[in-house]
């Protein structure tokens, strides 16, 4: 198994995101079968593609302060590309609470090549604030 996904090309198509639309889906389904635990919520993609496009992150600082699982980065990148800016011209902060989910955000930002400042560690943005 592990030599058939090593196998596959991620880079064949450059309009595509393979590997992120992957992760996607299984996030997704993943979150589904959860349920809502403790306050836990997953922000379906058109939600977060509608806040990407409303806030035009063209440049500057993008700040979340329950990123979850990156969601809002990778989109807001996304738009950056789409309109034809610069990438570097975002700074990506962003902090959250669920040990598990703080890995999954740093993993889902790796896998696009993607850095961002999540915090040290994963901790609760009103009693551990991480980006004052």
């Known amino acids: 198994m592990i ?3 090593n196998n596959i090309d ?3 198509d450059k309009e595509e995101d393979v590997v992120g639309r992957v992760y996607e889906y299984f996030l997704g389904k993943s979150a589904a079968s959860e349920g809502k635990l403790g306050g836990e919520f997953y922000t379906p993609k058109c939600v977060v ?3 990407a496009e409303m806030i035009e992150p063209y440049k500057g600082k993008i700040y ?3 990123c979850g699982s990156g969601g809002m ?3 807001s990148l996304k738009f950056v590309q789409s309109h034809h800016g610069n990438t570097k011209d975002i700074s990506v902060y962003g902090q959250e609470f669920t040990a598990t989910t703080y890995k999954l955000a740093k993993m889902n930002l790796a896998v696009r090549g993607l850095s961002a400042n999540l915090g040290d560690v994963p901790a609760d ?3 551990k604030d991480q980006h004052p």
Request: net charge negative; glycine share 0%.
């Open 125 to 127: 943005s009103f009693f």
């Open 3 to 5: 030599d058939a996904i």
């Open 49 to 51: 593609n509608l806040i």
């Open 64 to 66: 979340d302060p329950c």
């Open 10 to 12: 991620t880079f064949a």
């Open 73 to 75: 980065f990778v989109q």
